[in-house]
């Protein structure tokens, strides 16, 4: 696991060395991902700059804890980001989601011209075959609970789906991935 | 798979939502000991890739007004620059002939030492780094100072309170990097065993019952200090620091019956 392309693993390294460049670098290779990320799971674009902001401040401050060994930068970005985006949703106050109909929550195929722009996010591409092998049910559970930020009680309501069946999906689904991202060669057989 | 992997990555799961009971705590625990291939942050890892994966497909620019912001910001959180220094010559392997000649130079020298007046002989001695140094409190204060892009400087004065003695001095924090010094003189000894001097910093968007605790310190017989400032939490509009004398320790919430020192925007005194 952790492929991803050696200009890009450079940077984390170069931040934590206070390399002010690196910083430039770092925007331009996970500033997109960071932004659409905090597009789809906040409430307004206010928030999603504000959290955009936290984002990075904390990634400044922590670019020294980035283990290869666990996976690309894209991903080690992506648990800040989703921790923060997390956090933000637990103190929001009655907020009101806009739930994505099921349906349109499919995982797209990209472009071929841009395999090339996300070669740096290896393990997002792996995850991305995983969650097509899913069964559908477990595949939908999963990307309302990732995609787009639901609690398992919101992904119960807005299924249908019984608590004890969204946490199993869950369950499953994050193992497939772990054991594909770990190099279960069972798992990357399924997915690929 | 094994059922008490079963377990665990149910466990993981479930922390992705809430934080776990201290009796899942001890149980992770126990399954982590027992399955070296796992580790706490598996899950965390798996729902991040296909938290990235799910954008994939839609990723939109970041608004430049956004970047402009992060980019100017970032210098005061990230660490120190490090300076490389440049590597050190490698030493030349040593002749045969090294012995002789020393000792040929030697001898010259003797013979000319007779005849000319002494000369300054110069041993090159190999320069030893010197061992890792924290820095102090003061040389961190310059370094922040140095390269805080925002800095807050305040005044700190004395109260009426008998035991702010002629405490004056300075405030100084960065906003960005959540780090900050306080400078005093004449500040008053404290005997640390009977009590200790502790910061709180009022922000203007908490209540003003709940001060932010900056930490104890303690004030030697010179009575000219740099303290470290340690924010128990983000202050995020800070309006006032207060220094007041406590129990040993500190306390969570001040009595406030001794405030020594008070530090506030200039408009405000």
């Given at each position: 696991m952790g492929d991803g392309c050696p200009v890009a693993e450079a940077i984390l390294q170069r931040l934590a060395r206070g390399d002010r460049a690196a910083v430039q670098s770092c925007l331009d290779a996970?500033?997109?991902?960071?932004?659409?990320?905090?597009?789809?799971?906040?409430?307004?674009?206010a928030d999603a700059e504000d959290v955009v902001q936290d984002i990075f401040v904390e990634l400044w401050r922590t670019a020294e804890r980035y283990d290869p060994s666990k996976g690309?930068?894209?991903?080690?970005?992506?648990?800040?980001?989703?921790?923060?985006?997390?956090?933000r949703r637990r103190t929001r106050v009655r907020e009101r989601r806009r739930i994505v109909p099921v349906a349109d929550l499919e995982v797209e195929s990209i472009p071929s011209q841009e395999h090339e722009r996300i070669e740096r996010f290896a393990d997002a591409m792996l995850a991305r075959k995983a969650l097509r092998s899913l069964p559908p049910d477990r595949r939908r559970v999963l990307l309302l609970s990732v995609d787009q930020g639901l609690t398992h009680e919101q992904i119960?309501?807005?299924?249908?789906?019984?608590?004890?069946?969204?946490?199993?999906?869950?369950?499953?689904?994050?193992?497939?991935?772990?054991?594909?991202?770990h190099g279960s060669s069972e798992d990357k057989a399924e997915a690929s | 798979m094994s059922a008490p992997t079963d377990r665990l990555s149910e466990l993981l799961t479930e922390e992705l939502e809430r934080p776990l009971t201290q009796d899942e705590e001890g149980e992770v625990h126990a399954l982590l000991a027992s399955h070296a291939d796992w580790s706490r942050d598996d899950m965390v890892w798996a729902a991040a890739a296909a938290t990235s994966a799910s954008a994939l497909s839609a990723i939109e620019p970041m608004p430049k007004e956004l970047r402009e912001r992060i980019l100017s910001e970032a210098a005061d959180h990230?660490?120190?620059?490090?300076?490389?220094?440049?590597?050190?010559?490698?030493?030349?392997?040593?002749?045969?002939?090294?012995?002789?000649?020393?000792?040929?130079?030697?001898?010259?020298?003797?013979?000319?030492?007779?005849?000319r007046p002494p000369v300054e002989v110069r041993v090159e001695v190999e320069k030893v780094p010197p061992p890792v140094v924290e820095p102090s409190p003061a040389e961190r204060l310059s370094a922040l100072t140095a390269s805080a892009s925002t800095l807050i400087r305040w005044e700190a004065s004395a109260t009426e309170d008998p035991l702010a003695g002629e405490a004056r001095g300075e405030f100084v924090w960065s906003p960005g990097r959540q780090e900050g010094f306080m400078v005093f003189?004449?500040?008053?000894?404290?005997?640390?065993?009977?009590?200790?001097?502790?910061?709180?910093?009022?922000?203007?968007?908490?209540?003003?019952?709940?001060?932010?605790?900056?930490?104890?310190f303690d004030v030697g017989q010179d009575g000219q200090i740099v303290v470290p400032i340690h924010a128990a939490i983000k202050v995020r509009k800070p309006k006032l620091f207060a220094v007041t004398v406590e129990a040993p320790g500190g306390v969570v919430v001040s009595e406030r019956k001794h405030i020594v020192v008070l530090g506030q925007p200039p408009q405000a005194l």
């Open positions: 996970y500033g997109g991902l960071v932004w659409s990320l905090a597009l789809r799971q906040s409430p307004s674009r690309t930068e894209a991903t080690f970005i992506a648990t800040i980001a989703r921790r923060r985006l997390i956090d119960a309501q807005a299924t249908g789906l019984p608590m004890g069946t969204v946490k199993s999906h869950l369950r499953r689904g994050l193992q497939t991935l772990r054991n594909l991202l | 990230l660490p120190a620059p490090v300076h490389e220094l440049p590597a050190r010559p490698e030493p030349q392997p040593s002749s045969p002939w090294l012995p002789w000649s020393v000792a040929a130079a030697a001898a010259l020298a003797a013979v000319v030492g007779w005849s003189e004449g500040l008053p000894a404290n005997d640390p065993e009977q009590a200790q001097y502790q910061l709180w910093i009022f922000d203007d968007t908490r209540r003003a019952e709940h001060p932010v605790d900056g930490g104890v």
